[in-house]
């Protein structure tokens, strides 16, 4: 008889745990599930809350199963018990008005799986909560809280504040509301339109709060610092290309590799190459193919580009922004993709969103569906392709997340283009009080099929305050000629323009007026 194995009984089935980037995709179903997928949290959501706040994020799993969420960030009192709606408290669930030393602790999300549920999983949520809080040292915790028992009741009581109070003196049993008064969560006011799609509760919450009972009345206590440790300085270094005729793709990947190892000399951390830049293997065969047979035929060189940036990445010690090369997907579309690659190995693919007329008409490009923020050693990073950059939706989508420096490899061909690219990136980095980093090709390709002209200055840009660069023009150069930029952002002036500068965009945004909602979920 084979003996069978028995399991071990130290290993626990259930666990309450930070979240990690890994749960994200977990995440999206979990909340699909709940709210329907129309209304489950988008991957972009679930990483942006991650990045904010890390040590808020927390899921239980049962199993190896995720059945249980539980999403936090950080707010000042001032902000955090006012009347307020769920978008524009949580920044349209990207926990991007977090404050890390706010004083208070909001409460943005409990999920739990529904055949799960009578396990307590919300229970062990919100105690992780609340050690958290107390941990943090915080005034509190703080959420609108849903009614879900309001819309079957209120003609019956007359009024949603009828109902509540009802609900409070214990003559009416709320599913959740009564949850909540349970766990010591006291009632401040009726929130109206908190969640207007929260039928059950008609667009109602109750806005609650738990305070540190180990505070009492005693002033505020500073904050702990964050564990997330980012460098005070970071360099980049962007390349402005000379397009030239080359024989074969060995010739491309050594002029590749000679700029990535001038910026690994002069220690950058990251280096950025222009959109298209791989336009330049044209050269090497010459074919008379239609527009969009070149653009296909250049997509077979896919996997080497991928794995020269890659290699080049771990060989230099550098996080490379590759530009931008034409990929075929497995539909057959062709899609405009920077394959960002990072020192350590792995590889991330950021999509244009946005062809212009002549990519999408010449080339046949069709447009991505997602911007996502890039997790790097030196912080989150977006990328803008070129035309994407005129779309201030994107760049505020990426800061959302959290990135602190957005990319934006171009490839325009007079300088009309140019300056449209120019002048929209530094709205970009004024309105969201972030760095972009330009870079584009110069040269052109005489004989070449389907090859434009170039014109190209390449830049490095931050916000407009004293703390910045003059002009808010960290470097720039001559238009037309081959060069590397460098420039040294400090991501701590970004903080102090953020929080206390002569203008603060991302806090003044009127989040009662007007928010963006992003139809499509990447995973």
């Given at each position: 008889?084979?003996?069978?194995?028995?399991?071990?009984?130290?290993?626990?089935?259930?666990?309450?745990?930070?979240?990690?980037?890994?749960?994200?995709?977990?995440?999206?179903?979990?909340?699909?599930?709940?709210?329907?997928?129309?209304?489950?949290?988008?991957?972009?959501?679930?990483?942006?809350?991650?990045?904010?706040?890390?040590?808020?994020?927390?899921?239980?799993?049962?199993?190896?199963?995720?059945?249980?969420?539980?999403?936090?960030?950080?707010?000042?009192?001032?902000?955090?018990?006012?009347?307020?709606?769920?978008?524009?408290?949580?920044?349209?669930?990207?926990?991007?008005?977090?404050?890390?030393?706010?004083?208070?602790?909001?409460?943005?999300?409990?999920?739990?799986?529904?055949?799960?549920?009578?396990?307590?999983?919300?229970?062990?949520?919100?105690?992780?909560?609340?050690?958290?809080?107390?941990?943090?040292?915080?005034?509190?915790?703080?959420?609108?809280?849903?009614?879900?028992?309001?819309?079957?009741?209120?003609?019956?009581?007359?009024?949603?504040?009828?109902?509540?109070?009802?609900?409070?003196?214990?003559?009416?049993?709320?599913?959740?509301?009564?949850?909540?008064?349970?766990?010591?969560?006291?009632?401040?006011?009726?929130?109206?339109?908190?969640?207007?799609?929260?039928?059950?509760?008609?667009?109602?919450a109750a806005h609650l709060v738990w305070r540190n009972p180990a505070?009492?009345?005693?002033?505020?206590?500073?904050?702990?610092?964050?564990?997330?440790?980012?460098?005070?300085?970071?360099?980049?270094?962007?390349?402005?290309?000379?397009?030239?005729?080359?024989?074969?793709?060995?010739?491309?990947?050594?002029?590749?590799?000679?700029?990535?190892?001038?910026?690994?000399?002069?220690?950058?951390?990251?280096?950025?190459?222009?959109?298209?830049?791989?336009?330049?293997?044209?050269?090497?065969?010459?074919?008379?193919?239609?527009?969009?047979?070149?653009?296909?035929?250049?997509?077979?060189?896919?996997?080497?580009?991928?794995?020269?940036?890659?290699?080049?990445?771990?060989?230099?010690?550098?996080?490379?922004?590759?530009?931008?090369?034409?990929?075929?997907?497995?539909?057959?579309?062709?899609?405009?993709?920077?394959?960002?690659?990072?020192?350590?190995?792995?590889?991330?693919?950021?999509?244009?969103?946005?062809?212009?007329?002549?990519?999408?008409?010449?080339?046949?490009i069709s447009g991505g569906d997602s911007a996502v923020t890039i997790?790097?050693?030196?912080?989150?990073?977006?990328?803008?392709?070129?035309?994407?950059?005129?779309?201030?939706?994107?760049?505020?989508h990426l800061v959302d997340q959290g990135a602190l420096m957005l990319?934006?490899?171009?490839?325009?061909?007079?300088?009309?283009?140019?300056?449209?690219?120019?002048?929209?990136?530094?709205?970009?980095?004024?309105?969201?009080?972030?760095?972009?980093?330009?870079?584009?090709?110069?040269?052109?390709?005489?004989?070449?099929?389907?090859?434009?002209?170039?014109?190209?200055?390449?830049?490095?840009?931050?916000?407009?305050?004293?703390?910045?660069?003059?002009?808010?023009?960290?470097?720039?150069?001559?238009?037309?000629?081959?060069?590397?930029?460098?420039?040294?952002?400090?991501?701590?002036?970004?903080?102090?323009?953020?929080?206390?500068?002569?203008?603060?965009?991302?806090?003044?945004?009127?989040?009662?007026?007007?928010?963006?909602?992003?139809?499509?979920?990447?995973?």
């Amino acid at each position: 008889m084979k003996a069978v194995a028995k399991k071990n009984e130290n290993t626990p089935i259930l666990t309450l745990r930070q979240a990690v980037p890994g749960d994200v995709p977990a995440l999206v179903d979990l909340t699909a599930r709940v709210y329907t997928p129309e209304w489950g949290h988008s991957a972009e959501m679930l990483r942006s809350q991650q990045t904010h706040f890390p040590e808020g994020q927390f899921v239980v799993e049962y199993e190896g199963n995720i059945v249980g969420y539980c999403g936090t960030f950080r707010l000042d009192e001032s902000l955090a018990l006012k009347p307020h709606t769920w978008m524009q408290i949580t920044g349209g669930g990207m926990a991007s008005r977090h404050n890390p030393d706010g004083n208070w602790l909001y409460g943005m999300e409990v999920v739990v799986h529904p055949d799960y549920r009578g396990m307590r999983i919300g229970q062990r949520l919100y105690q992780a909560r609340k050690r958290l809080c107390m941990d943090l040292k915080l005034r509190g915790i703080t959420f609108g809280g849903r009614i879900p028992g309001l819309a079957r009741n209120v003609q019956r009581y007359g009024t949603p504040e009828a109902y509540l109070q009802a609900v409070v003196e214990g003559r009416r049993r709320d599913p959740t509301l009564s949850f909540q008064l349970a766990n010591d969560f006291e009632i401040i006011e009726l929130l109206r339109g908190y969640v207007p799609s929260d039928h059950e509760s008609l667009g109602y919450a109750a806005h609650l709060v738990w305070r540190n009972p180990a505070l009492l009345d005693q002033p505020d206590i500073p904050a702990v610092p964050s564990p997330r440790h980012l460098p005070d300085s970071v360099r980049v270094a962007t390349v402005q290309y000379l397009q030239r005729r080359i024989k074969s793709f060995e010739e491309f990947a050594t002029q590749v590799e000679y700029f990535t190892d001038i910026a690994a000399d002069y220690s950058a951390d990251f280096v950025t190459f222009p959109e298209l830049i791989t336009l330049q293997l044209l050269s090497i065969e010459n074919e008379e193919l239609s527009p969009v047979e070149t653009i296909r035929k250049l997509s077979h060189y896919t996997p080497q580009v991928k794995e020269l940036f890659s290699h080049l990445a771990v060989r230099y010690n550098i996080n490379i922004v590759g530009g931008s090369h034409p990929t075929e997907q497995p539909n057959g579309d062709i899609h405009n993709v920077c394959y960002v690659c990072l020192r350590d190995g792995s590889v991330h693919e950021q999509e244009k969103l946005h062809p212009t007329p002549s990519e999408r008409n010449v080339w046949n490009i069709s447009g991505g569906d997602s911007a996502v923020t890039i997790p790097t050693d030196c912080g989150p990073i977006g990328v803008m392709i070129c035309y994407d950059s005129e779309f201030p939706e994107v760049a505020r989508h990426l800061v959302d997340q959290g990135a602190l420096m957005l990319f934006v490899p171009f490839c325009t061909d007079v300088r009309e283009g140019y300056l449209r690219v120019r002048y929209c990136a530094q709205a970009r980095a004024i309105e969201n009080q972030c760095y972009v980093i330009l870079s584009g090709n110069v040269g052109n390709l005489p004989g070449v099929n389907n090859f434009d002209i170039q014109y190209g200055q390449s830049c490095i840009l931050t916000p407009s305050d004293f703390v910045f660069a003059r002009d808010g023009v960290a470097a720039d150069s001559t238009p037309n000629i081959e060069t590397v930029l460098f420039a040294d952002l400090r991501l701590e002036s970004l903080a102090r323009a953020r929080n206390a500068g002569t203008v603060q965009n991302l806090k003044d945004r009127r989040y009662d007026l007007y928010e963006t909602r992003w139809l499509r979920q990447s995973r």
